[in-house]
């Protein structure tokens, strides 16, 4: 739980990720056409993909995994803005010296960080979705939430 506290702690005094919950905005900003209200996904090309914000994602997320020997025991990080998905590590099926890409779901799965980003778990009308956003899951998926400037919410998972 440490180590994900520290990440929690990075992610809010950086300031790097303060405005990503404003450029994505409130639902139904961005809002991508659905096919179902189980599939609820936000654009989020340019705010999320950005090389600069993942670099900076990594550099906080990497030193944290590899200093608390984690590296083959956390696969992956995630940062949900709003509870939109936006920045994993590993970034788009990119392998870095401590994430192997392909440790986390491939193609069309929908975990794969391709898939999952801009998937707006706050609006999305499904069980998985609705379990992540309660809490209730804290028991089978390890997950931090926080509150931050302007009542922004982050949650890693």
């Known amino acids: 739980m440490l180590p994900l506290y520290s990440i929690q ?14 450029q994505i905005g409130p639902y139904p900003n961005l809002l991508l056409p659905q096919d179902s209200s189980e ?41 949900f803005p709003n509870n939109v998905a936006c920045l994993t590590e590993p970034y788009a ?6 994430f192997n890409a392909f440790d986390m779901p491939q193609g069309d799965d929908p975990l794969s960080s391709d898939v ?15 379990m992540i956003t309660k809490g209730e899951l804290v028991g089978l998926l390890l997950m931090l939430f926080s509150s931050i400037e302007k009542n922004n919410s982050y949650m890693l998972s």
């Open 93 to 98: 099926q990119e392998s870095s010296p401590h």
């Open 39 to 79: 599939d609820v996904r936000r654009n989020v090309t340019g705010i999320c993909d950005s090389r600069d914000m993942i670099n900076k994602w990594r550099d906080i997320v990497i030193p944290v995994n590899s200093e608390n020997d984690l590296d083959g025991v956390v696969v992956g990080y995630r940062l």
């Open 9 to 22: 702690q990075g992610i809010i005094h950086s300031g790097y990720f303060d405005d990503l919950a404003d």
């Open 116 to 130: 999952a980003s801009g998937y707006d778990h706050g609006q999305a009308d499904n069980m998985m979705s609705k």
